[in-house]
């Protein structure tokens, strides 16, 4: 079978596209980054020049419609992606954009909308979907090792962040530019990967706070949720503690299954049999979610990072962040 190259452009050259993202662009088989463009000259051709990318532009819309690029790769923050994305539907092309999918769950839906009337796909970076460390959780969990799951529950707390104790800008905890703060940024990350795992979630209610007063954002959650196969679920985050940790536990009526979203630490099960997993994740980390994107451009699977599961992830935590 003749394989498709996916020529990407790529709309922003942040942190994110350092080290986790940009270079699987070109690492990746049958895929190059042929153009980045960034609204600052300087620092999107230092980017280019420093990861050998041939081409850059500051005209995002230049960028859209060239020809020679097949596909677009957004790496902004939250509040630009649903004007970039529908440019990107407008020129009939497949698109991906950084998590969360968009600041609300309606601009989720008008981006959505795009996407099926241009017969396009529109990818999320939710790339723990494509991870194979989190696929033995998954095969573990399929296999019955802990018989039916009951729930799961994520506890995540870290120390403020110094940046913010100093009163530096950010637009992570900035709402308008995020759609809400550490929360929103980090949280989506799991929550997206247990909708893989249970399927979609259909209830949620939470409790927040700003119990610090550094930003604007919510800097301490409570939630409960319910997925669409039954489990039950629940969370706490909190990014003014003392300490970090990051552990999550899967209980089910045989057994239970102990892993992190972040944390490089060995995936536990104790059920049927009992496990221990530790799978080392790609460098770039982003190389799987990629690569599944090339093989969905090539009709050779289907991405597990969409934009409906995404929309999903954004409107639950809407319900924890606003208490209903």
């Not at 790769?73 to 970039?84: F, G, Q, R």
């Not at 018989?147 to 900035?174: L, S």
């Not at 009526?253 to 972040?262: A, N």
């Amino acid at each position: 079978m003749e394989h498709k190259h996916i020529r990407w452009g790529m709309i922003g050259c942040g942190s994110v596209t350092e080290r986790k993202s940009g270079p699987a662009f070109w690492q990746v088989e049958h895929s190059s980054l042929e153009c980045v463009m960034g609204r600052a000259e300087e620092k999107v051709k230092d980017y280019a020049a420093r990861h050998g990318v041939r081409r850059y532009t500051t005209d995002a819309s230049a960028l859209i419609n060239d020809p020679n690029i097949d596909a677009i790769y957004v790496a902004t923050p939250p509040d630009s992606h649903l004007e970039y994305a529908l440019m990107v539907a407008s020129a009939g092309k497949p698109c991906v954009v950084e998590k969360p999918m968009a600041v609300s769950v309606e601009e989720c839906d008008a981006m959505i909308a795009a996407f099926e009337a241009a017969k396009q796909p529109i990818f999320v970076a939710y790339y723990r979907r494509s991870l194979p460390r989190f696929d033995v959780v998954k095969d573990w969990i399929d296999q019955g090792m802990i018989g039916e799951v009951r729930h799961i529950h994520w506890t995540y707390h870290r120390q403020p962040n110094p940046d913010d104790v100093a009163g530096k800008p950010n637009w992570r905890v900035n709402p308008a530019q995020a759609g809400g703060g550490y929360f929103v940024d980090l949280a989506s990350h799991g929550l997206n990967l247990f909708q893989r795992w249970f399927g979609d979630i259909r209830q949620a209610k939470g409790i927040c706070s700003n119990q610090q007063g550094y930003y604007e954002a919510e800097d301490a959650v409570s939630g409960s949720f319910l997925f669409d196969s039954g489990v039950m679920g629940s969370g706490y985050w909190n990014f003014g503690a003392a300490s970090h940790e990051d552990r999550v536990e899967i209980v089910g009526s045989e057994g239970r299954i102990m892993c992190s979203v972040f944390g490089d630490v060995p995936f536990v099960l104790e059920g049927k049999e009992n496990q221990t997993s530790v799978i080392e994740n790609p460098d770039p980390i982003h190389y799987f979610h990629v690569e599944n994107m090339v093989k969905h451009l090539n009709d050779e699977k289907t991405h597990p990072s969409l934009g409906q599961s995404a929309r999903n992830t954004t409107w639950a935590m809407a319900q924890i962040l606003t208490g209903q």
